[in-house]
DNA sequence: TGCTTTGTTTCATTCGCTGCAATTTTGTGC
DNA sequence: GCACAAAATTGCAGCGAATGAAACAAAGCA
């Protein structure tokens, strides 16, 4: 990805790069919403009308990495071997996302912190965060279930992948919405961040009922005729 | 709520109700994006500039009844008996907000099928009751942690609360994904929605190994010395 | 060297949203 | 009832995000 094949492809790249760029560097210098789509276009040296062939707004452009992590967790899941728990693939999956040993690239390295602190801060941003979450769930899940067909139904797999994303993505809020949280998180040893991490699997893994509970719990037993009130 | 005390309250009432009115009828008549807020305002007969003392966005108008139903999982919550188990707790409090023995609201049956809808159509929306979501598992998980301070610590009444919400949500959005499967929700009977539900949280409840299951999953136990590549 | 394709720019336009000052409406003390 | 204070509403001016269209420049290819 980083030799393009003609001028053309590579000139792209080189624009696209400095969109990011510029991009990052403003949002850091004068905050998210003080940057105007012009000025980082202007940063990039292109027109204000080119950010748009790049990117489709100003809050795409902190996620232009997060394609290829999600494609790591597919791997994960497609190379399963054959006498694999669901569970453990999954979980698998997540720490192949997640965790530093794996590949990060330069962008990756660049753009994860920046875009942390935008989720925390700009109401936009957590806006596709979320999206793109919950978007790929549902991919996960659909993978999950086509790569155990016969052990998963769509909606198993969809809640099974619900529970552990939920779980982990609720604790990682939870940790680096905490003062200092994400400077923790971002600049130290994410040591005590990947403890959590593994608790919250833990729970989505084991049950959130714990290891003593009854086997089955109820949900909306109850249905009085009463209806519709106010 | 349906009476307000002076003129001015009621009246504000009324200007509320009007808005949300006409948004929802025009979102239906003409789709969400082809719906301007000058739009709206026309149709509840006040100017563009006064939509926005009402509401912040075009997206919110969706939500104005969320508040109310969240509350109805917090009760439960809060008034929880000494000798349940927090995930018990939390089952009911689900179910509490999607039962539809529940007390629906003249807002919510009006609302709740257009905003589906929207969020399966209109990224804007998506992003919106994504955030809205998001706010909520962390309002339960603090609730949580403080109906159970000795039983949870905050990470886990997190974790849990992640749990049981990402296997719900997800299985909603699956469902509700299929080809009728929206149609079916709101329209019919609402009974095959509340079983697959009761399945993720059945999952999300007892843990996603399932039954015979090993004890306990490694997490990043990886760490191999090569950082970052590319 | 020309022709085609593709990326970029400029321009105009629509819409979401905000601040501000003027105006109208409502509540209240007399 | 009446005048005055408080609050809601309005119009307007303006910024920025986003899109469409047509002119223009650059790269690839014959």
Redesign the pocket.
């Known amino acids: 990805m980083t030799t393009g094949q003609?001028?053309?492809e590579r000139?792209?790249e080189r624009?696209r790069q400095a969109l990011i760029t510029a991009a990052l560097e403003l949002f850091e210098e004068r905050g998210y919403d003080e940057?105007?789509?012009?000025g980082i276009a202007a940063g990039a040296?292109?027109?204000?009308?080119?950010f748009?062939?790049?990117f489709?707004?100003?809050?795409e452009i902190l996620f232009a990495d997060t394609e290829e992590r999600l494609a790591l967790a597919f791997e994960v899941i497609d190379g399963r071997r054959p006498d694999e728990q669901p569970a453990d693939v999954l979980v698998r999956a997540m720490s192949a996302v997640f965790d530093r040993a794996g590949h990060f690239s330069r962008e990756f390295v660049r753009a994860a912190p920046v875009r942390l602190r935008m989720i925390f801060a700009v109401p936009a941003v957590q806006g596709v965060a979320l999206r793109r979450l919950l978007s790929a769930q549902q991919r996960l899940a659909r993978r999950l279930h086509a790569a155990f067909p016969d052990r998963l139904d769509a909606v198993e797999a969809a809640a099974l992948v619900g529970a552990l994303v939920g779980a982990v993505t609720n604790t990682m809020m939870t940790v680096a919405g905490e003062s200092d949280g994400i400077e923790e998180l971002l600049t130290g040893d994410p040591e005590r961040f990947l403890v959590e991490l593994r608790r919250a699997v833990e729970i989505a893994v084991r049950g959130a009922a714990g290891p003593g509970a009854q086997p089955i719990r109820r949900f909306s037993r109850t249905r009085p005729p009463s209806h519709q009130s106010r």
Do not use: C, M, N, W
């Not at 940057?35 to 012009?38: P, R, Y």
């Not at 040296?45 to 080119?50: L, Q």
């Not at 489709?56 to 809050?59: F, G, I, L, Q, T």
């Open positions: 003609g001028l053309r000139k792209k624009t940057t105007t789509i012009a040296d292109v027109s204000t009308r080119t748009f062939s790049y489709p707004s100003k809050e």
